[in-house]
């Protein structure tokens, strides 16, 4: 059973989501968590408080799931990795049609965000790496290949579901994971190629 704070901070996830962030007032908040705006400001004093709670929650998460996640080598984890992350996408959507605001309105909740991505794109060039090194993708055809790639896969990563929302279109698993393996599969040696039929069987 959630507690009162962690109830606020559910229903806060969304509005978020819903309404986006600029537009859910601490009212609304508190009528959707069956509370007074009394009883909600002892928990938390005001939105931005809140806002602070639920993202630093969101990548509290997203860091243990990169910390957990550190077997480069193979296809396999690859295709785990891009579950976990669409799983991830879809348990906190609220995040996911909040970026911009974020960048404009909250500078320590955009660092820490900065830092995460940071650390999402070094893995992914650790899994380039490590993949060239078994055989199973391509040596780069022109220098900052597969710099670009780990770029361009990030992109695909944090982008992609949102495009689909903002084009009113339904987001699923396997079509995220489609997209993401549609820039991957072009660097694929013949020996990658089998890996990967092996990965996703």
């Known amino acids: 059973m959630l507690t009162t704070k962690q109830r606020i901070l559910k229903v806060s996830e969304k509005l978020f ?15 959707h968590s069956k509370l007074s705006i009394g009883n909600l400001a002892y928990h938390f004093k005001n939105k931005e408080t809140i806002v602070q709670e639920v993202y630093k929650e969101l990548l509290s998460e997203l860091s243990a799931l990169h910390s957990g996640n550190t077997d480069f080598t193979g296809l396999a984890g690859c295709e785990k990795y891009f579950s976990d992350m669409f799983k991830f996408q879809q348990e906190n959507g609220f995040y996911l049609n909040n970026f911009w605001e974020i960048e404009r309105t909250y500078p320590q909740i955009k660092k820490s965000w900065q830092s995460i991505s940071n650390v999402m794109l070094s893995q992914l060039r650790k899994r380039i790496a490590a993949n060239v090194e078994s055989g199973n993708l391509k040596e780069e055809e022109f220098e900052g290949a597969h ?52 990965a996703l069987s």
């Open 147 to 198: 710099e670009l790639l780990a770029n361009t896969i990030l992109l695909g990563i944090n982008y992609r579901i949102p495009q689909q929302i903002l084009r009113g279109k339904t987001y699923r698993q396997k079509a995220y994971k489609n997209f993401l393996w549609s820039l991957l599969y072009p660097y694929l040696t013949a020996r990658g190629k089998r890996e990967y039929k092996k």
């Open 17 to 31: 989501f819903e309404q986006g962030i600029a537009n859910v007032r601490l009212q609304q908040i508190a009528d």
